[in-house]
Every structure is written in C-alpha cells, then in structure tokens.
Nanobody
Framework: QVQLVESGGGLVQAGGSLRLSCAASGRAFSMYDMAWFRQARGKERDLLAAITWFGGSIYNVDSVKGRFTMSRDNAKNTVYLQMNSLKPEDTAIYYC????????????WGQGTQVTVSS
C-alpha cells in the first residue's frame, strides 16, 4: 500500500551536511509511523530515528542525536533526515521505512540511498 523512494545521498566531506528525502506514494501516509535506518558495509542494519504519524519523534539513537533530525511533511507525503556534522562512520546505505500495526521489518521499505562521508 506504500511505496518509498529515498533520495539525497551522495559524497560529502566530514563536517558537512546532507538532507535525505523519502517520498511516499499510496494511501494513508499520514497514519504511518516512519523511521530512518542505515546499514554500513559489513554491519547490521541500525535504526536511527523514528517519528509518529502526528510528527512527534519517538526515538533517536545516541550516536546521531544532536546531529540528525527527522521530520515529516504529510502534505507532501515525504519524510526527511537532516544530517549535520557528518562523520566518516556515518557512511552507509540509508533507508526509510513505514509501519502501521507491526514492526518495521514487516513494514514498507525504500530502496536506500548511499551516503559516503570522506575524512
């Protein structure tokens, strides 16, 4: 019912910023909880941030707190991840996901966008 497409990734120098977007299609986007994940090479997928349907953040991992900010614009069917003060260890594929009534593993996922941070 929901299709997600991430964009905004790329190559950035350490200390720089990127803004990732996740465009959603389908019905009832505003009623889905949304999240950003990332998966670095050789690592497991990690939850970064999550936001409720009404726009309240419910989770941010400590490693990105204060640097990454998640938001959503229900009118545009889009969620964002503003990433500041990027570090080389932030290099990963970034995914957005949506869920309603289940965990994210059983929800909807985008194809991912690569973020590479050079030192």
């Amino acid at each position: 019912q929901v299709q997600l497409v991430e964009s905004g990734g790329g190559l950035v120098q350490a200390g720089g910023s990127l803004r990732l977007s996740c465009a959603a299609s389908g019905r009832a986007f505003s009623m889905y909880d949304m999240a950003w994940f990332r998966q670095a090479r050789g690592k497991e997928r990690d939850l970064l941030a999550a936001i409720t349907w009404f726009g309240g953040s419910i989770y941010n991992v400590d490693s990105v707190k204060g640097r990454f900010t998640m938001s959503r614009d229900n009118a545009k069917n889009t969620v964002y991840l503003q990433m500041n003060s990027l570090k080389p260890e932030d290099t990963a594929i970034y995914y957005c996901a949506a869920k309603r009534g289940s965990d994210y593993d059983s929800g909807y996922w985008g194809q991912g966008t690569q973020v590479t941070v050079s030192s």
